[in-house]
């Protein structure tokens, strides 16, 4: 009967470091959590391995670990450094399996500890950030004891379009463009009814609004909009905002003015 309801791990193919089988981690701490792993790997010879299932189909946690380690052959066969956390949304638990040749350094008291840090998150199925601090948590042990030095996992909200550098770039590369605008004749007869459109100033304030939101809380809006069309907008923005700017900067107004006239003329006739 236990072979009837436990976890069928043949249909679980290792993906990379991070395996988040059920699509539950935004795609900014995926990536974070899986270059930080990749990095641990490289300098420490240590491989980290995180993964997500639905449920564990009755099986206890720490048995469903061992058979995911045993398989998938985590850390090297000669010298066994290798961990695996396994985390089952639905089920609300999470277990661990360490190689025999990492127990002096990720002793099960200290093992214990990670996960009874992470527990809460899964309650709340919050996974970003905890598991983010979890794997720096570990990853800083070994490189303590293996004399290297880790960089933290990267986090957007930290730097990017928003850091005081970018702010005063952007800052020169708008007063430079004004300028440059300012001196192309009949230009300002375009670019005057653009910026007196209240639609005009609508569709910036939305494209601003959500940069912001793409660096601040990424994982939100991540978990939103669908994967794919987040990656686009993620890798693609500057040409999203290009391509609006020109529509905005081509026309006399907005083009929602264009859309609606229609239909404020057949009204002003009707009166």
């Not at 100033?201 to 994967?227: C, G, K, Q, R």
Request: aromatic share 8%; glycine share 6%; proline share 6%.
């Amino acid at each position: 009967m236990s072979c009837l309801t436990a976890l069928d791990t043949s249909k679980l193919k290792q993906q990379a470091h991070v395996n988040d089988f059920p699509h539950e981690m935004g795609t900014a701490s995926h990536k974070a959590l899986e270059q930080y792993c990749l990095q641990l790997e490289q300098k420490t010879g240590v491989q980290l391995v995180i993964v997500f299932v639905t449920s564990l189909d009755d099986e206890p946690v720490q048995s469903a670990a061992s058979k995911l380690f045993r398989e998938w052959g985590v850390g090297s066969k000669n010298a066994n450094q290798g961990m695996l956390l396994l985390f089952a949304l639905q089920d609300k638990q999470q277990g661990a399996q360490v190689g025999s040749g990492l127990d002096p350094i990720l002793p099960a008291e200290f093992v214990a500890g990670v996960l009874s840090d992470i527990r809460l998150a899964l309650q709340k199925t919050d996974y970003n950030q905890p598991l983010l601090a979890a794997a720096q948590k570990i990853g800083e042990r070994i490189a303590k004891e293996k004399g290297v030095t880790l960089d933290p996992p990267k986090s957007k909200s930290k730097s990017g379009w928003f850091s005081p550098i970018a702010i005063l770039l952007y800052v020169c590369a708008a007063a430079f463009l004004a300028g440059l605008i300012s001196i192309i004749p009949g230009f300002l007869k375009i670019a005057v009814p653009t910026a007196k459109s209240p639609t005009t100033w609508l569709t910036i304030l939305m494209l601003v609004l959500l940069a912001i939101l793409f660096n601040v809380v990424p994982d939100a809006v991540e978990s939103v909009l669908p994967s794919t069309l987040a990656s686009f907008i993620e890798s693609a923005w500057p040409l999203l905002v290009a391509a609006v700017l020109l529509v905005l900067l081509s026309t006399r107004g907005h083009p929602l003015d264009y859309l609606l006239a229609p239909f404020r003329e057949t009204r002003g006739k009707r009166h």
